[in-house]
């Protein structure tokens, strides 16, 4: 008998609160403004990652094309190797539209040579200074620091406002239980937030082709951000104080998990971690090879032999240049700043497991982390393509120094040969 009691209590509070729902303005007003935001979010977001599809899909139909006009120019191995560009690329996920991440602020492609390498991957054409400073509107962000302001304003005064209308014990008495009845007025101004903010989320990700598990561990993420604030606005809305208060309360609370625990943590990590600047190791890079010019060859070629020791016999250089001496300079260049440059992704990667630590205590960071890590968009991710570009230049030198060592006779047509750029395959 109680059972049946309960559930037919719980249909009129639901048709009740609905529609006492329906009749408030203010509340289908930030249903709008929360829609509207979803829609601007995930359209810039699908905007810039065609934007960049686009660019690659260009810049790969040349990329051969003017490779192939550069080697007919060429009468040697070593001006082939030159003049030749070489483009590598990250493509971005199928659901990178939501969370641009580290796409906002890392070069996602390259066109890299046969000179030495660490002046090419640490060289980024510059952004736009105000974007630089405040970054990309994405779904990301929105979910993560707007939303929770929303949801503050709309839930703060639950009570308060019948308090202050002097309807809060009758809403009581009539209900028979307050805390079902503040419970589901909150479910339902939250969980329409949720919908609005969901719904384009979803199109777009049908639009972009997005993978379906991708698509609801987003809403899922989504979901328990929404769940979480909801449960803080409701436990302070119940503080017995005046609206003002509690939604003071609560922004400060937002500015502590979303503003000064990053911001001191960041500094923090910083602090413990030092990493050398990208700067930094251009310029010892680069100081090797201009160097390399007033040293004796020999030095070169030892240096050289101490990484390739199977081109020890040939490494006698009997001009004033040879492309053979030219290019193993290149590579020592890349040998003096390796240490700089492992020590630079080693510090990366241990100031990202620390931010990872540090979001566990700051929701909004960590809900931004969570759906980069989706959308491939992560540290991890941009690590990953330097990878790919760190190999794929090694198979050009693989290819290249048989030839110039052994002094090969040049033929344009084995360049049809060389090592092509693997890009991943859409990621899901």
């Known amino acids: 008998m109680n059972a049946p009691t309960s559930s037919a209590r719980r249909w009129p509070a639901l048709r009740r609160e609905a529609a006492f729902l329906a009749r408030d303005r203010s509340v289908w007003a930030w249903w709008l403004v929360v829609l509207c935001l979803s829609v601007l979010a995930v359209s810039a977001g699908l905007s810039e990652v065609r934007q960049q599809e686009a660019t690659i899909a260009r810049l790969v139909e040349a990329d051969h094309a003017d490779r192939m006009n550069v080697a007919k120019a060429q009468k040697d191995w070593g001006g082939a190797a030159y003049y030749s560009f070489h483009l590598t690329y990250d493509p971005p996920s199928d659901f990178a539209f939501a969370a641009l991440g580290r796409r906002d602020d890392a070069a996602w492609r390259h066109r890299v040579r046969m000179l030495a390498l660490e002046g090419q991957i640490h060289e980024r054409d510059a952004g736009h200074p105000v974007l630089a400073l405040i970054g990309k509107f994405d779904f990301a962000f929105l979910a993560a620091f707007v939303l929770p302001l929303v949801l503050i304003v709309l839930l703060h005064d639950l009570r308060a406002s019948e308090r202050a209308a ?13 805390a079902p009845l503040w419970r589901l007025r909150a479910a339902l101004r939250a969980g329409g937030v949720f919908v609005c903010a969901a719904v384009p989320l979803g199109v777009a990700g049908g639009l972009s082709g997005t993978a379906v598990p991708t698509l609801l561990a987003a809403c899922g993420l989504l979901l328990a951000n929404v769940l979480f ?38 500094m923090t990590i910083d602090r413990a971690v030092p990493v050398p600047s990208g700067a930094d190791i251009i310029m010892t890079q680069r100081e090797a090879v201009n160097d390399a010019w007033d040293l004796p060859k020999e030095a070169t070629m030892t240096a ?125």
């Open 304 to 428: 050289f032999v101490e990484r390739h020791p199977q081109w020890a016999a040939y490494t006698a250089v009997g001009r004033p240049f040879e492309w053979k001496w030219y290019y193993a300079f290149q590579q020592v260049g890349d040998q003096k700043a390796q240490a700089l440059s492992e020590a630079y992704t080693a510090g990366r990667k241990e100031r990202d497991r620390l931010a990872g630590r540090l979001a566990i205590i700051a929701p909004p960071v960590l809900l931004e982390r969570s759906l980069q890590a989706l959308a491939g968009t992560d540290l991890r991710s941009s690590l990953a393509y330097e990878a790919r570009v760190r190999a794929f230049h090694a198979s050009l030198r693989e290819f290249y120094y048989p030839k110039l060592f052994l002094n090969e006779r040049f033929e344009p047509a084995a360049l049809e040969a060389l090592p092509q750029f693997a890009a991943p395959m859409a990621r899901d």
């Open 229 to 266: 604030w909801t449960w803080v606005c409701a436990r302070l809305a119940a503080w017995p104080q005046t609206g003002e208060v509690i939604l003071a309360s609560l922004v400060a609370l937002w500015i502590l998990l979303g503003v000064v625990i990053p911001a001191a943590g960041r």
């Open 166 to 178: 002097g309807r809060h014990d009758l809403l009581v008495a009539t209900a028979g239980h307050s």
